[in-house]
């Protein structure tokens, strides 16, 4: 599971960080931040509810199997190794 979000479009309700804060919390303008993109397995279920309790859809998870990882991060580009 990949949760991600769309600050630009967060009404700033702040239900995701109170159902799940250990995956959501707000940044200075109170717009939702993701803490753990890949949230363990036993929060999926809460995740899901934050999901679906978003009142403008601005949190979205990808339900794909991870991609093996390449070393580089989650949000960083590939490493350029060997230069």
């Known amino acids: 599971m990949y949760v991600s979000a769309d600050k630009t ?4 309700s702040s239900l995701c960080v109170y ?10 303008d ?15 279920d809460e995740v899901l509810r934050a999901v679906r309790g978003c009142p403008t859809r601005s ?6 199997p991870e991609a093996p990882s390449n070393g580089a991060g989650v ?5 350029s190794r060997g230069a």
């Open 59 to 64: 949190i979205h998870v990808d339900e794909e």
């Open 30 to 44: 109170g717009a939702v931040e993701v803490l753990e993109p890949h949230p363990r397995p036993e929060l999926r």
């Open 75 to 79: 949000a960083g580009p590939p490493s």
């Open 19 to 28: 159902r799940v804060p250990e995956v959501f919390d707000q940044d200075e």
């Open 9 to 12: 479009t967060c009404a700033v």
